[in-house]
């Protein structure tokens, strides 16, 4: 449950988009690093007294290790600019019956501007969708798409599986100017747009952004247990069947990597063969790079062998990739590994964008 701090804010760390970071001294001469996120609960300034939900750093947890910036009990935000009270400014909650729940503008609701052409959608146009399970892919999957397709639209899709706003990831800060736009579906929320669903969110993506490739990945500090079915990343599968059943073109980005210390993710994570071996009902084309070291490709061949059946296992070349990854506008890292520390990992999913962008023709 709930640990609860409160403190006085003594400095303001950084801030990125939708988030504030910051020092909170505690009344028993403690410090912690605090993170805010201003459209919810006002801008903290040093002096500010603020209440803290402290449990996830207090054990540890989490990707940011922040205790959370939970109100500005003495310095409230005034309310939004246009009214409340009606559904002229959105009505779509996130976050739901939890105390912090924002009120949005969905995408397709009534009150949207787009809410006729969606209404009207029924199918994304063949548009080629990656999937991956792991916030962190997503910079590597842009890489590759970029490789071969600079000019093509990227639309991102903020699925519920980790951090619920979209304002926490430092990495979608960075790639603002190289996606067409983060919708953000289910319970996340903070994107350009927000859906209710990923099937929403996939038609917004291709009919209000005018994306030519998505990419479907949930937000950083992911939850696991350790066990087959435990893991937040298990939707990757649910998303290949919406895509599917969208007439889209899904495209398996594998978690691969012969730098894991844990054995159940090297080779193939176990975590890709159940999302695409077991949950995912529709075909995907599930991308392996070219070139990896002997041993590690033997291992992943041996792995995917049994998921033929049902999808199509495409190799990829990998020339020019890892230069690609090199320019990515922001750090690469995944799991505290960079590029050079999991270099299978980044380039299985580079190699993923690469094969999206040539379905584009």
């Known amino acids: 449950m709930v640990r609860w701090r409160t ?28 993170l805010a996120y201003p459209a919810l609960v006002g801008d903290p300034e040093p002096g500010d007294r603020v209440l803290l939900n402290a449990g996830a750093l207090l054990m540890g947890l989490g990707t940011g290790g922040y205790a959370l910036v939970v109100a500005l009990p003495d310095r409230l935000p005034a309310d939004p600019p246009q009214a409340a009270d009606t559904r002229d400014a959105g009505h779509l909650v996130k976050a739901r019956y939890t105390p912090l729940q924002p009120i949005l503008l969905g995408v397709d609701e009534e009150a949207s501007p787009h809410h006729a052409r969606l209404a009207a959608a029924e199918s994304v146009d063949g548009m080629p969708v990656v999937t991956a399970d792991l916030h962190s892919a997503l910079p590597a999957i842009l890489a590759g798409v970029h490789a071969d397709a600079p000019g ?129 009902l529709a075909p995907a084309e599930l991308v392996v790079p070219d070139g990896l070291d002997p041993a590690l490709a033997a291992e992943v061949a041996a792995a995917l062998a049994p998921l033929a059946a049902r999808h199509r296992i495409v190799t990829v070349p990998t020339d020019g990739l890892d230069a690609a990854l090199r320019a990515s506008p922001v750090g690469l890292s995944t799991m505290g590994r960079g590029l050079d520390g999991d270099h299978a990992y980044f380039l299985a999913a580079a190699a993923a964008g690469r094969h999206a962008a040539r379905l584009l023709g």
């Open 152 to 280: 093509a639209r990227v639309a991102y899709l903020l699925t519920d599986g980790g951090a619920l706003p979209a304002w926490f990831s430092r990495t979608l800060a960075g790639l603002a100017g190289h996606l067409a736009g983060t919708v953000s579906v289910g319970q996340a929320f903070g994107g350009d747009l927000e859906a209710s669903t990923l099937h929403s969110g996939l038609l917004a993506a291709r009919h209000v952004l005018g994306a030519d490739v998505a990419i479907v990945a949930q937000g950083p500090g992911n939850l696991g247990t350790g066990t087959r079915w435990g893991f937040s990343g298990v939707a990757v599968g649910e998303a290949v069947n919406a895509v599917a059943t969208l007439g889209g073109r899904p495209v398996g980005s594998l978690r691969v990597s012969d730098a894991d210390p844990r054995p159940r993710h090297r080779g193939v994570s176990h975590h890709s063969l159940t999302a695409y071996g077991r949950v995912a």
């Open 7 to 34: 403190g006085t804010v003594t400095a303001v760390r950084r801030r990125w988009a939708g988030a504030t970071e910051l020092d909170v001294d505690l009344p028993d001469g403690g410090r912690m690093r605090a």
